[in-house]
């Protein structure tokens, strides 16, 4: 069983692939992948103008909006609006995808995984969470509000907002929120 808390305040922020806005990075898989090696990364990127994505050949994306009003999200040519907050939305990261301001700055929680290689899913969640990493894969829980505590058998740890928790291996306890999460399930594929 292996547990890592990520703590926000250790983000930092650093330009998007096409340089159009920042973005802080909480884990990837491998630790330390660069943009064009990773088969997974989560991060939350700030999104203060409308403009292009940064595209990612033969990975797939999970776009939940965790601040502000959305986005219109122009996927290969068709629209997408994602207004719904909290609501993971999925789409293909090689295709040509502008991003238009519903209104004002967001911030997104990215999940990114390269589809020939692992396999993601993610759902907002609240209350009680025993966190289950699947054989061979991971699950990273990152909380959206303060005071969310991992409970385990070393006892429990506060998570103030956008700090997460990785783990791997056998089932590491529980989270329990004061609000909202993101659990991350992430699998070989």
């Not at 983000?11 to 692939?17: A, E, G, I, R």
């Not at 939940?64 to 068709?78: F, I, K, P, S, Y």
């Amino acid at each position: 069983m292996t547990v890592r808390i990520l703590r926000a305040v250790g983000l930092t922020p650093t330009p998007w692939k096409n340089g159009g806005g920042l973005t802080r990075e909480i884990a990837t898989g491998p630790e330390g992948a660069g943009a064009d090696a990773f088969d997974w990364r989560v991060s939350l990127a700030d999104v203060t103008a409308d403009g292009p994505f940064s595209a990612f050949p033969g990975v797939d994306r999970i776009l939940t909006v965790v601040e502000g009003a959305g986005m219109d999200l122009v996927v290969g040519g068709e629209h997408h609006i994602v207004d719904e907050p909290l609501w993971p939305h999925g789409f293909p990261g090689d295709l040509p995808t502008e991003g238009f301001l519903l209104g004002g700055p967001v911030v997104n929680l990215n999940v990114m995984y390269r589809r020939a290689r692992t396999r993601a899913e993610t759902a907002v969640v609240c209350g009680t969470v025993r966190l289950l990493p699947p054989e061979g894969g991971a699950v990273l829980a990152v909380s959206l509000d303060d005071g969310a505590e991992l409970e385990s058998g070393a006892g429990g740890v506060r998570l103030d907002r956008h700090d997460a928790v990785l783990a791997a291996g056998e089932s590491p306890g529980v989270l329990r929120t004061m609000g909202q999460a993101v659990l991350i399930t992430l699998s070989g594929g």
